[in-house]
């Protein structure tokens, strides 16, 4: 197996580190420096995308509170004084608007140049993690600065020496944590804080007789406010007026499908790998997208049917779509026109090319951090986290496993998650989901109570049991916990460094673990990064581009692993890859 290096115009140099041909590129970059500069290169690529959205929600909210968008507003005062007093900012006898201020510039702050560590990260971190980083010096200090700096290491010339190229990379992934709690508090004061709520998941969620509009992408600042104007008695009676007795009908699509879901309830029609689909469907009348993991080939499928898709964003336009162009000016008036859009173009669909499946499952989603804290405290309202811990003690829990990441071409679409699942549940294994791990298993009906009375082993099942009866659910709550959007990924260190906070310990030590099954993206790449940096074993259940072969991943893992007193393990038959850094 050879490693193939393109990071300047002399190549690409291919070598074959264990084999007869080249063992070095043509500027003496081995197997070690070529792997390492491409996997910190995305993780840059991961923290650019994720930082981008949670830049944008930040310019809007201190816009918003200046006036400046008038269809936005602080919707969870007590998200907005929790946020702040975490980051030092007085709410005492102080306005939501003076408060929520003060957040949004200490949040656009964090992208420029600072002398002390990230704020999203030093503050949500546990103390050991936080020594670990100091020692390694892979503290943050700028999110913009920590891709700068990898895109400046890998480029031809600078940094060669592997260990140091994956620092960096650690460093930067820090700053894509940050980026992602950031963009997942700024959207809980703007829209509220995820509660559980009731909804369904499949391409059974699309309706023949209504007008369907799905929402793609992954930033609500658009979705949400389609989500509340989708609701004005005008929209729907235009949709009744164009033929569609069923009036208006959103769903979602990947994760801003997530972001609606949890928010409103909206019912999610498929994930990213099967966007399409949902064309296919001939019921689909327009996809409104925002940006990332929007095929091109959206555009391509819609050619065959009368789907209109409509970009909305500067940064994501697609050949072939229409595009209306987004203003947080003037939201609720963008958001109408492109409803007005969908509407206007269900007279053109195909009654021959109608296919919709009849399949849906239901989906009990929402469920934040606090909503968690919340339902574990109606179990016990002084120490809310201890029904939890004594779980785990008493090995009812055996432990709390994270599915995030994507889908791939690579396997069969959902397969290694549900085969994952169910052999973790009946261990009697917490799960808990984001992502298109979390409409994965929506999709496939594991977030129900019914599913725990199927799947989950009977110490799982009498905790969930325990707490969902408590929480007035009437029954259990689900085995696989729909935590949000793969930005939403810092809810769940939120329950772990909580949990570890109230032992006394740091996150390595808790029976925490992470996995992405079929993880694409860069997006993927840098989460999983700061993952290990958090000290949670991760799973990989495809190779990512690092194997160069056996020996040279493990070279490239072995001092930095040494370092964070951790190991690297790669199973070669299944290409299941699990890396660990306590």
């Known amino acids: 197996m050879g490693v193939c290096c393109r990071h300047c115009m002399q190549g690409p140099c291919r070598i074959d580190p264990f084999g007869e041909g080249p063992q070095r590129g043509i500027c003496g970059a081995d197997a070690d420096t070529m792997v390492a500069r491409g996997l910190a290169r995305a993780v840059a690529g991961g923290t650019a995308s994720h930082s981008g959205h949670a830049r944008h929600v930040a310019h809007v909210l201190k816009k918003a509170l200046l006036g400046g968008a008038p269809d936005y507003a602080v919707r969870d005062k007590k998200k907005l004084e929790a946020v702040a007093n975490r980051l030092g900012i007085e709410t005492l006898g102080r306005s939501a608007q003076d408060i929520g201020l003060d957040v949004a510039e200490k949040a656009l702050a964090e992208f420029g140049d600072n002398d002390n560590a990230l704020a999203w990260a030093a503050t949500t971190m546990t103390k050991g993690r936080l ?23 890998t480029t031809y010339g600078v940094d060669a020496e592997p260990v140091n190229i994956l620092l960096a990379a650690l460093k930067c992934a820090l700053a894509d944590y ?114 990332q993991c929007i095929m091109p080939a959206v555009a391509t ?60 499952s239901a989906v009990i989603a929402g469920f934040s951090a606090e909503a968690i804290i919340a339902a574990l405290s109606k179990v016990n309202a002084e120490d809310p986290l201890k029904p939890l811990i004594d779980s785990i003690v008493a090995g009812k829990i055996r432990g709390i496993c994270l599915f995030a990441g994507c889908n791939s071409v690579k396997t069969p679409q959902d397969r290694n998650y549900i085969e994952m699942v169910k ?50 659910l009437g029954g259990p709550l689900p085995p696989v916990l ?26 390595s030590q808790l ?71 306590p």
């Not at 949709?239 to 994760?255: F, S």
């Not at 229409?322 to 669909?349: M, P, T, Y």
């Not at 549940?425 to 009906?445: D, F, K, M």
């Not at 949000?484 to 329950?495: E, K, L």
Request: glycine share 8%.
């Open 511 to 581: 029976p925490v673990v992470a996995s992405a099954p079929e993880a694409v993206t860069e997006k993927a790449v840098a989460i999983g990064t700061w993952a290990v940096a958090a000290g949670l074993p991760v799973h990989l259940g495809i190779a990512p581009p690092v194997l160069g072969s056996v020996v040279v991943t493990k070279t490239l893992t072995s001092t930095v692993s040494e370092l964070l007193g951790g190991y690297f393990l790669t199973q070669v038959v299944t290409y299941n890859i699990v890396f660990s850094m």
């Open 131 to 153: 020594e670990a980083f100091s020692k390694l010096g892979i503290v943050p200090t700028s999110i913009d600065g920590s891709v700068a700096e990898v895109m400046h290491r």
């Open 423 to 472: 052999l973790l549940l009946a261990e009697n294994v917490l799960i808990l989901a984001t992502g298109c791990a979390a409409s994965a298993y929506a999709r496939h009906g594991f977030m129900t109570s019914e599913a725990t009375k199927q799947y989950a082993g009977a110490g799982l099942a009498a905790v969930l049991t325990t707490v969902g009866e408590a929480a007035g």
């Open 482 to 507: 729909h935590m949000g959007s793969c930005v939403d990924n810092a809810r769940p260190v939120d329950v772990a460094v909580a949990v570890a906070e109230r032992l006394g310990v740091d996150l």
């Open 301 to 360: 499928a819609a050619e065959c049917f009368h789907t209109k898709i409509i970009t909305t964003m500067p940064v994501a336009k697609l050949p072939g779509a229409e595009h209306v162009a987004f203003s947080d000016d003037k939201a609720a008036d963008c958001a109408r026109a492109i409803l007005l859009k969908g509407i206007a173009n269900f007279k053109n669909r195909c009654p021959d090319k109608l296919c919709i499946p009849s399949i849906s």
């Open 178 to 291: 940050a980026a992602c709690h950031m963009a997942a508090d700024l959207s809980d004061i703007l829209f509220g804080t995820p509660q559980p709520v009731v909804s369904r998941a499949n391409l059974g969620v699309i309706k023949e007789n209504a007008v369907n509009i799905a929402l793609h992408g992954h930033n609500p600042l658009l979705s949400d406010i389609i989500a509340q104007v989708a609701s004005e008695p005008e929209l729907i009676a235009a949709a009744k007026e164009a033929g569609a007795a069923g009036g208006l009908n959103v769903v979602g699509i990947c994760c801003t499908g997530n972001e609606v879901m949890m928010r409103h309830g909206i019912p999610l029609a498929t994930s990213s790998l099967s966007q399409e689909t949902a064309i296919m469907t001939g019921a689909l009348d327009a996809m409104v997208v925002d940006y």
